[in-house]
């Protein structure tokens, strides 16, 4: 509720780096060449950086999310695989050997962390203004012995999802 977090913005940075910088490591393994082995040197530190400034934006985001919240759990699991990604970013900036490897599991990790923020914003509809203010209606028309239309809207929503969305069905 205090406006456009950081981290969202800061997320594409990773979103898209990391993914480069595995398909730059495998190219210059077809390649024996210095210039390819600096591109994927200079892209895995890039993506490492990126990485690291949504981590901590990211980490600082999930400490403002109440305890008791639906989305905290699924926040903690995305910030762990985030978190682990970071690590193998680490390795794979200081370790060309491993780099391949732990960029793999990197991006893999980092498909997985998407899938999970994408359901915090769009199941949980943490950090979305307008779902947060319909949280706090409800919670007050519930209070106030109205929650019909709460219910009509989630079902309205859960039936559009099912039948026009990937989304899976609840």
Do not use: Y
């Not at 960029?103 to 947060?132: K, M, N, Q, S, Y």
């Not at 109205?146 to 990937?166: C, G, I, N, P």
């Amino acid at each position: 509720m205090h406006g456009h977090p950081i981290h969202a913005i800061l997320s594409d940075g990773p979103a898209v780096l990391i993914p480069v910088a595995f398909a730059v490591e495998a190219w210059s393994w077809t390649r024996n060449d210095t210039a390819t082995q600096s591109l994927s040197r200079v892209a895995t530190r890039l993506a490492t950086a990126a990485a690291a400034a949504a981590g901590v934006v990211g980490w600082i985001d999930w400490l403002t999310i109440p305890g008791e919240h639906p989305a905290r759990t699924p926040a903690t699991i995305h910030g762990v695989i985030n978190t682990a990604g970071v690590v193998a970013l680490v390795g794979a900036s200081v370790s060309p050997k491993r780099r391949l490897g732990l960029l793999a599991a990197a991006t893999a990790g980092l498909l997985v962390a998407a899938w999970i923020g994408g359901d915090l914003v769009f199941r949980f509809g943490w950090r979305v203004r307008p779902a947060e203010e319909a949280e706090i209606a409800e919670h007050a028309l519930a209070e106030a012995g109205q929650a019909k239309a709460f219910e009509q809207a989630r079902q309205d929503v859960a039936d559009f999802e099912r039948r026009k969305t990937f989304l899976p069905a609840r």
